[in-house]
């Protein structure tokens, strides 16, 4: 159990277009889902926090109109990256929260090239 | 605020040797902590995780952690290492009060890296 999907696992993007992440709680609901970046070599830097159907919560130096986090539903979670651009190039990954548990669980990443 | 600190980027280790990699951590409230595997190009997934009760944590392939409250550390243990676990590490840590926003929300550390030699 406890199972949280992401996808694409890979995306290329041309400079300028959106590109749009997929974070799903395959088995369970996630009141809360959390969006993290990563640096080559470097650690995660968490983005924002989305709880279900309300807005996201970005941290400090997140631009919240270039990464757009919807959380409609219980099992799915979408960042879209807009008007990407090369230093937008990461690997982005979502983990997932189940009401009242004290873990979240990640997804397998995607890794974001902008070309 | 929250903030950890993994203190060795990089550990080489041949196999079959014991190794610690070790995270200290601050925060101004009452923790969870947690270590992650990283491998090249995939997620996270969980090594172990403390949350309460002993102190001694024992985790999947082998690892353990031990939560030291008045040193604020949670250093990670293996007694004999394999090959396969070559991979990069993460100690995190998150705000144990739920019901915030923040709950789930994870701090992490730097990463180590563990090489294990031949």
């Known amino acids: 159990g406890a199972v949280v999907s992401q996808h694409p696992s890979r995306v290329i993007c041309k400079s300028g277009t959106s590109v749009k992440i997929e974070c799903r709680s395959l088995d369970f609901q996630a009141t809360t889902m959390f969006w993290y970046r990563q640096f080559p070599k470097q650690s995660l830097m968490l983005m924002a926090t989305s709880n279900e159907g309300s807005k996201a919560t970005y941290e400090q130096g997140v631009e919240k109109d270039k990464f757009l986090i919807n959380h409609a539903s219980l099992t799915l979670s979408t960042l879209t990256v807009t008007s990407a651009h090369p230093e937008d190039s990461s690997f982005y990954i979502c983990?997932?929260?189940?009401?009242?548990?004290?873990?979240?669980?990640f997804g397998q990443g995607t890794r974001l090239t902008v070309v | 605020a929250q903030s950890v600190t993994q203190l060795d980027s990089q550990v080489p280790v041949f196999e079959e040797a014991p190794v610690e990699l070790r995270c200290n951590y601050s925060s101004s409230v009452s923790v969870y902590l947690f270590w992650y595997v990283q491998y090249p190009n995939q997620g996270l997934q969980l090594l172990l995780k403390?949350?309460?009760?002993?102190?001694l944590v024992k985790g999947i392939n082998g690892f353990e952690a031990e939560f030291n409250k008045s040193q604020t550390s949670f250093h990670l243990r293996k007694p004999s290492v394999h090959i396969s676990d070559t991979a990069e590490y993460f100690c995190?840590?998150?705000?144990?009060?739920?019901?915030?926003?923040?709950?789930?929300?994870?701090?992490f550390g730097q990463g180590t890296i563990l090489t294990v030699h031949p």
């Open positions: 403390y949350l309460s009760g002993s102190t």
């Open positions: 995190a840590v998150s705000d144990r009060e739920a019901g915030g926003t923040s709950y789930g929300k994870l701090t």
């Open positions: 983990s997932a929260r189940r009401g009242g548990g004290s873990e979240a669980f």
